[in-house]
Each structure stands twice: as structure tokens, then as C-alpha cells.
């Protein structure tokens, strides 16, 4: 499952940031992750590992402003995720 961005925004089920991706990841009910590209390596690595250990879909974006818009906040988004209801 690939989603744009635009279907990012759209999304009814989503989180954003790093805490709550990670609680979506371990609670199994992230379906799609999305990572900015210009986000620290240090807050992202934990996530892609996870995503990877997991099979979860990763996508990446170019920047956190792209990231953050997409998920209808006013400040850049290092990640978010579309989760199951």
C-alpha cells in the first residue's frame, strides 16, 4: 500500500510525530509510515528499524513542512502514519 500525500491528508486515521507513530507501531495498528526526508537521523532511525522489523510500509517525503502540512498542522512533522480505526 503506497499513499501520496495528498491521500495522507484525506486520511481519516492518521498520527503524527514521533511518539505517537511509535506507540501506532507498537501497537500494530500503523498500516503506512511516512518520514521526512530533512529529519534528524536520530529521531527517524528507531522508526524505519521498527517499520522494517515489522513489515510496515515506509514512504518518504522531502521535508517536515511538506510532512506536517499534509497532516493539517501548522509546524513541519518528522513522522506520521495512517492507523487502523
Given at each position: 500500500?503506497?499513499?501520496t500525500l495528498e491521500e495522507l491528508q484525506q486520511?481519516?486515521?492518521k498520527v503524527v510525530g514521533t511518539r505517537q507513530t511509535t506507540k501506532a507501531l507498537d501497537s500494530g495498528s500503523a498500516l503506512v509510515v511516512f518520514i521526512a526526508e530533512d529529519a534528524d537521523e536520530k529521531i527517524t532511525e528507531p522508526i524505519v528499524k521498527s517499520c522494517?522489523?515489522?513489515g510496515i510500509k515506509?514512504?518518504?517525503?522531502?521535508?517536515m513542512s511538506q510532512l506536517g502540512k499534509a497532516c493539517n498542522i501548522?509546524?513541519?512533522a518528522a513522522v506520521a502514519a495512517v492507523v487502523a480505526k
Open positions: 500500500m503506497f499513499l486520511a481519516q486515521n522494517s522489523q515489522k515506509l514512504c518518504h517525503v522531502d521535508s501548522k509546524v513541519g
